[in-house]
Each structure stands twice: as structure tokens, then as C-alpha cells.
């Protein structure tokens, strides 16, 4: 087995000398541990946050988004072809058409101003998750039990139909249920003023709807603000005729919604937008990105101030050892072996204190996965706690930044080192 004595050496320097200069060693080491573990640490934060956000939002929508810009009023009248066109593509898994629109809703107690989906449960089930975000009652728009009495009493609140007509199920997300006060089973009415004349005598149309489901998708701005109903319910109460407002697309891998949307754009005419999820919510994941990149900028200034303790750890081992640099030469250690000794030296800072951040990061990933300790709130930032998620890529990214930098770091030391006169230095 061969021996790097060079090596050697590098390694007796760091851990031998004046108690000043061990102590410097240790230090930058511990430094560039705590820097490399907490820049992981703080990316891996950021992977989880993103995470999250997206699968919270596909929750509540799908991965390309079909719109109609070429008519008259924005509306799509041949959403049977589109999804055709769609599906006959062969990474495209699943379309369902939907209705999206604004308008108020009444319980029994309160009213509010929401946003109300139309769908079709089996096709939705195809693009998105909301048949999996269902926390009470059922993905369903049926009706369980039969209606009772009046939907509205005399002050305008929802109560139960005393009718005998056919009642249409409404599912909401949890916080706008809790808002309303509703619960499975319990009364809602929708109101619409589409096509309606403003005028003071005007009446707004209503829908009356029971609460079949409730569900939650962890992303505020959904749970909070969205109902569905059936793409039926919706065409009669918005006047709607036959015409939807889009199609909802699932493809088979997120992360390729953005190059599949241009293709899918190709199969259809220009009366369509083809929109893919990241576009939809452009300046949340701008926001997102813009934030990942802040992380590796503070991770390039700590690497240079890591460098500098480098330096000045690796000079001041320069100058004590000089007497030993000086013995070594006069017995056959070349220059060049010299400057290896101390290039040596910063690698090994660089390697040591990876590792350990490494390993710092990887611990206190797990503590905060498995105790949630960072705690959100979740009205504010959608989650509960902070997840963490680690990737590989990250932190041979970082791994690798810093063992150039610390390589980089020993250049100047170890070239200062091999220069020293051997004469002077046994004198002194």
C-alpha cells in the first residue's frame, strides 16, 4: 500500500502546533461545518415549502389548464373535442371539463362571496385530488336524505325545502364551512346575477344545495374560498346553456407540463390557451424560485468568508512551521511536496467540515420531520409545520463548492510556504 507522506504531514500540521493555531484550526473546521450544514438545511426547507405549495395547489387543480380566448365570451362550446384532442395524446392521462365562477352563498347563519367550481366527479377524479382531500361526507353531489321543509325563511336565511323538488349537493372546503356554520347535510343557497339587468328591482337567482361533502386541501385559498358543484348545477344557475369554462388536464409527469402544453397547444386551434400549472400561479413560484437563489447567494458569501478564515489559519501554520518546512527541505522535500502539504490542509478543513455539516443538516432534518418542532401558521403559510425535504443534488452542490473553494483557499498559503529561504529559516 503506497504512502502519501505529504498527506501525513497536512495532518500533523492541523492537529500539532502552538495552542493558538490548533485552536484556529478547529474553529474554521466547525465553521465550515455549521456554514455547510446550514446552508443545506435552509434549502432543504425551501424543497419541502415548494413542495408543498405545489402539491396543495394541484389539490385543488390540475397540471394544464384549457381556456377559450377566441369567442365572444370567453366560453368553451366544444369541450367534448378539446378533451378528445387532449387525450389522444399520449402523455396526457386524464381531462375533465369545468365551470368557474363568482358568486355569493347563504347558510343558515351567514353569508359570504365565494368562488364556485362546476365539475363532473368521475372525469375530475382523472386530473386531480380533491376526491382524496374529502374530510367529511362524501365526493358526492347526492343528496342522502330527503328534503323537509322551507330553504329559506322569511329573513332570507337557508333552511331546510319543505318542496318535494330535487335538491343539488354542494361539497366546501373546511374553513369556508366553518365560516358558514354548515355541516353535512345542512341547507346552502348559491346566488347568480349572470345575464341579469342591474337594476333596484333586480332579483338575483338562486340555487338551493345541501352540503354533501367538506373538504380540505391544506392551500387557505381554497378551502376558504371554494365550493363545487355539478357542471349541471352550475349551467343553470349561471345560465350557462351547454358551454363550460375550461378543461382541466393531467399529465403524466408534472415537472413536464410546461414543455406538453405547446404540444397540446399544436393539436388545437387558436381560440384555446394552453396553460400549464407553474404559468397559472407564475408569481408564487417566482416568489418560490426567487427565494432558492437568495440561498445560494448567502451560500457564496459564507464560502468566501470561509475561505478567508482558510487563509489566515493556513499562513499562520505557514509561519510557525518554518523552522519544520526548512528541515524538511534540507532532507529531500521538494517544493512541490511543500505546497501539496498545505493544499492538503485546506482540503482536508474543506472535506471535515462537509461531512460534519453533512451530517448536522441530515439530524436536524429528521428532529423536524418527526417532531415538527418549527411550527406555521397554517392561515399564513397553508401547512401546519415547516417540512423539510433533502435532495442529493443539493448538497453535493454544496459538498462540492466548498471543497473548491477551501482547494482555492490553500493555493496562496501553501505557494507562501514553498518560497521560504531554507538558510534564513534554520537561522531564525
Not at 132 to 149: A, C, K, L, N
Not at 386 to 406: E, K, N, Q, S
Request: proline share 4%; with cysteine; net charge neutral.
Amino acid at each position: 500500500m503506497s504512502y502519501n507522506l505529504e498527506l501525513f504531514i497536512a495532518k500533523r500540521y492541523l492537529r500539532s502546533g502552538k495552542y493558538f493555531t490548533s485552536m484556529s484550526s478547529m474553529i474554521t473546521t466547525i465553521g465550515v461545518g455549521i456554514g455547510v450544514g446550514a446552508v443545506c438545511l435552509f434549502l432543504a426547507a425551501h424543497n419541502g415549502f415548494e413542495r408543498e405549495i405545489r402539491t396543495r395547489i394541484l389539490g385543488g387543480t390540475s397540471h394544464i389548464t384549457i381556456f377559450a380566448v377566441g369567442t365572444e365570451d370567453n366560453l368553451m362550446h366544444e369541450s367534448d373535442s378539446v378533451m378528445a384532442t387532449a387525450l389522444s395524446m399520449p402523455d396526457v392521462l386524464g381531462a375533465a371539463p369545468f365551470i368557474y365562477y363568482k358568486t355569493g352563498i347563504q347558510s343558515r347563519s351567514t353569508g359570504d362571496g365565494i368562488v364556485v367550481r362546476g365539475i363532473d366527479l368521475d372525469l375530475e377524479a382523472t386530473t386531480g385530488a380533491l376526491s382524496e382531500s374529502i374530510q367529511r361526507g362524501e365526493y358526492s353531489f347526492t343528496v342522502s336524505s330527503d328534503p323537509s321543509d322551507d330553504t329559506e325563511n322569511d329573513s332570507g336565511k337557508a333552511k331546510q325545502p319543505t318542496s318535494k323538488k330535487q335538491i343539488a349537493g354542494i361539497m366546501l372546503g373546511t374553513d369556508l364551512a366553518n365560516r358558514l356554520g354548515a355541516g353535512i347535510g345542512d341547507p346552502i343557497i348559491l346566488y347568480s346575477i349572470s345575464d341579469r339587468t342591474l337594476s333596484p328591482t333586480s332579483v338575483p337567482k338562486k340555487g338551493f344545495f345541501r352540503v354533501t361533502g367538506i373538504f380540505k386541501t391544506g392551500f387557505i385559498e381554497y378551502d376558504a374560498q371554494l365550493a363545487y358543484i355539478s357542471i349541471p348545477d352550475a349551467q343553470e344557475l349561471f345560465n350557462l346553456g351547454g358551454v363550460v369554462t375550461g378543461v382541466h388536464l393531467k399529465v403524466r409527469n408534472i415537472f413536464d407540463a410546461e414543455a406538453m402544453a405547446p404540444l397540446v397547444q399544436e393539436k388545437l386551434d387558436s381560440r384555446y390557451d394552453v396553460v400549464p400549472w407553474n404559468e397559472l400561479y407564475a408569481n408564487l413560484f417566482t416568489w418560490v424560485e426567487l427565494e432558492k437563489r437568495l440561498i445560494y447567494l448567502v451560500f457564496g458569501l459564507m464560502i468566501i468568508i470561509v475561505a478567508f478564515s482558510v487563509v489566515s489559519t493556513l499562513i499562520m501554520i505557514a509561519l510557525e512551521k518554518r523552522s519544520e518546512i526548512a528541515a524538511l527541505k534540507t532532507i529531500g522535500l521538494t517544493s512541490s511536496s511543500i505546497r501539496k502539504v498545505f493544499v492538503y490542509n485546506g482540503l482536508t478543513v474543506g472535506v471535515v467540515g462537509t461531512l460534519s455539516g453533512w451530517a448536522l443538516a441530515l439530524v436536524l432534518v429528521w428532529v423536524q420531520n418527526t417532531f415538527g418542532i418549527i411550527a406555521l401558521p397554517a392561515d399564513v403559510y397553508f401547512i401546519s409545520y415547516l417540512p423539510f425535504d433533502p435532495r442529493l443534488a443539493d448538497f453535493m452542490y454544496i459538498g462540492a463548492g466548498t471543497l473548491v473553494m477551501t482547494f482555492l483557499a490553500g493555493l496562496y498559503p501553501a505557494y507562501t510556504a514553498a518560497r521560504q529561504p531554507v538558510i534564513e529559516a534554520l537561522r531564525r
